[in-house]
């Protein structure tokens, strides 16, 4: 190459605003979710929010654009597409922008299998009917009833379940082979919660945007205590009851790091994780009154308090008291948890429908206080 080639500046690239991301379960989508509505306030743009009273976009029933508040009237003209949904790529692309991006995150089956069996313990007839997760694992068959299917799907294959598919499917080579396939070309990226800093650095490349639109805290997890530790052969069944799960992790875990390996490299990964780790701790310091998250009794502002599910003690956080107001409101969307969150964008982009109903006090009452 010549001197001349050399010399041209690379071009800087633009922050991608139409992102479409699937919220799968279990997976540190929470988090993920709360990066997604800062970054739509910070650029002012519009969310695809579920219709009505509604938390989620129809789930678990398979997407349709009618799931989305003002689909009829607003058409395709949406930014941000992020609360949970079954996809259904054919419908979703109705609502988005043709040039979206689409993204999701997977996590590894066997700790997500101990984490759904805690925080849907009630919901699902499978772990209700169970002792505990081991007593569920060494014969599922005995508490999976196939007739229950619907509100078993927590139990077994979720996160194929989240990207359309039938989770009760036979684990054939062929149809594993064309899902993944499938996959592949209807996602830009799929990132891992198990190594979650680094995914927020790739999705901050992959997305152009800056180091503060990807700082998180991390939200909607429970208190130690409410853990299970999983048997060696609970593990090992964890891998044959959820083997599409299984599959599709694998898969996407080998093509994360290769993505890593080509786009940023190893080197400036750990550079950038441990540029996030440091500035995730001097907003812990600036914004939090305890350094840490706490348990639900523990949490001061009632309208901070995340949604309680199952056997699960979701943790939550306080911030400090003197915050000035610019301050304040950053702290403030951090720790959001999802239902206030999106009552609130609801409620500033339906002024005229009724406000969806958290049964919690509202932190902003007006829209005014922003």
């Keep these: 190459k010549s001197h001349e080639e050399l010399l041209i500046p690379p071009t800087p690239c633009h922050a991608k605003t139409n992102v479409m991301f699937l919220k799968t379960h279990k997976t540190a989508s929470s988090t993920v979710l709360n990066i997604m509505f800062r970054f739509a306030e910070r650029y002012n743009l519009t969310v695809a929010l579920p219709a009505d009273q509604l938390f989620h976009l129809g789930y678990p029933r398979t997407f349709v654009a009618q799931f989305v508040e003002g689909f009829e009237t607003i058409g395709q003209n949406y930014n941000i597409m992020c609360n949970h949904l079954r996809f259904n790529p054919l419908e979703v692309k109705r609502v988005m922008a043709a040039n979206t991006f689409y993204f999701s995150i997977l996590r590894n089956p066997i700790p997500l299998l101990e984490s759904s069996y805690i925080y849907y313990k009630n919901n699902v007839p499978a772990f209700r009917s169970s002792k505990n997760v081991n007593e569920f694992l060494a014969s599922p068959t005995k508490y999976y009833h196939p007739a229950d299917y619907r509100e078993n799907i927590y139990a077994r294959n979720i996160m194929w379940f989240d990207f359309g598919y039938n989770n009760n499917a036979e684990d054939d080579t062929k149809y594993t082979q064309a899902v993944l396939e499938e996959i592949e070309q209807n996602f830009h990226l799929i990132l891992i919660a198990d190594y979650f800093d680094e995914s927020m650095i790739l999705l901050k490349h992959a997305l152009c945007w800056d180091l ?3 700082i998180y805290f991390k939200l909607n997890s429970r208190s130690q205590d409410t853990v ?18 299984w599959k599709l992790y694998l898969h996407f875990n080998q093509s994360f790091w290769r993505r890593i390996e080509e786009t940023i490299g190893l080197e400036v990964l750990e550079k950038e994780v441990d540029h996030l780790r440091t500035r995730q701790k001097e907003l812990m310091e600036t914004c939090l009154s305890e350094q840490e998250a706490v348990r639900k009794d523990h949490i001061r502002n009632k309208a901070l308090l995340p949604y309680q599910s199952g056997a699960a003690d979701i943790l939550g956080y306080n911030l400090k008291q003197d915050l000035d107001n610019r301050t304040l409101r950053t702290c403030q969307q951090m720790v959001m948890p999802e239902l206030q969150y999106t009552s609130y964008l609801y409620a500033v982009q339906h002024p005229h429908k009724k406000r969806k109903d958290v049964g919690l006090p509202l932190l902003w009452t007006s829209l005014q206080e922003k």
């Design 212 to 214: 503060d639109d990807v």
């Design 228 to 245: 299970q530790t999983l048997t060696p052969e609970s593990e090992e069944q964890i891998k044959a009851w959820c083997s599409l799960d």
